[in-house]
């Protein structure tokens, strides 16, 4: 109802403000359409300020292209190295802590690149799609890394005695932990994947055309 007799304001400017905030006020109550008008009002300024004219595209785009290579680098390190390490169970608890301290230092990396990243602006990305995107991949970074830290954490013990209990339940549950953990490994390359196609259309759209060599 808001949007309608908004359009029709826009379009017929014989409308009064009295007979639009009337109509507004009496076909949902005073508070309501006044809350709805003005989170509208915002909506379409947020629109606004995240979507840049197609001119402006050129100016984010060394940013975009960094940003494309950058999640790729970052998903195929996770991809190769989580699967070329979690390959054999390990033997022991030893070898399981071994096999963990080992994930978290190749998790390391990126997680401190979706860390930096969580400092830039929204509307350095060149267009929401390419954020949001972003947001997904960083979400499934951080759940992966926390997965590797919790399982981690399960196998700390204080001293040097080990429980032969514990470690026979922690080395059954490993391979439960690494199923939550390839999944996740899943997750985080569907999600650069995704980026990196609306990251690949919006440097298609606003990367210069390439010239035609001349012929010799």
Not at 111 to 117: G, H, Q, T
Not at 127 to 147: D, K, Q, T
């Amino acid at each position: 109802m808001i949007t309608i007799l908004l359009a029709n304001a826009a379009a017929n400017t014989s409308v009064s403000a009295s007979t639009l905030w009337l109509g507004v006020a009496g076909a949902t109550g005073l508070f309501t359409s006044v809350s709805a008008f003005f989170l509208s009002i915002a909506a379409v300024i947020l629109v606004l300020r995240l979507k840049k004219p197609d001119g402006d595209g050129k100016k984010d785009l060394p940013f975009v292209k960094a940003l494309r290579a950058d999640v790729k680098h970052h998903a195929a390190r996770i991809d190769d190295h989580l699967a070329a390490k979690t390959s054999t169970a390990p033997a022991d608890l030893e070898s399981l802590r071994g096999v963990l301290r080992s994930l978290r230092n190749e998790m390391s990396e990126p997680l401190a690149f979706v860390a930096r990243m969580a400092n830039v602006p929204v509307t350095a990305f060149g267009e929401p799609e390419i954020s949001s995107a972003f947001g997904s991949f960083s979400g499934a970074v951080r759940a992966l890394g926390e997965a590797v830290d919790r399982f981690y954490a399960d196998t700390s013990y204080a001293g040097s005695h080990i429980d032969v209990t514990r470690e026979k339940y922690l080395l059954n549950q490993y391979i439960n932990e690494m199923t939550n953990i390839m999944d996740l490994r899943g997750r985080v390359k569907d999600t650069a994947a995704k980026l990196d196609k609306v990251a690949g259309a919006y440097v298609t759209k606003h990367s210069p055309p390439e010239k035609a060599e001349k012929p010799l």
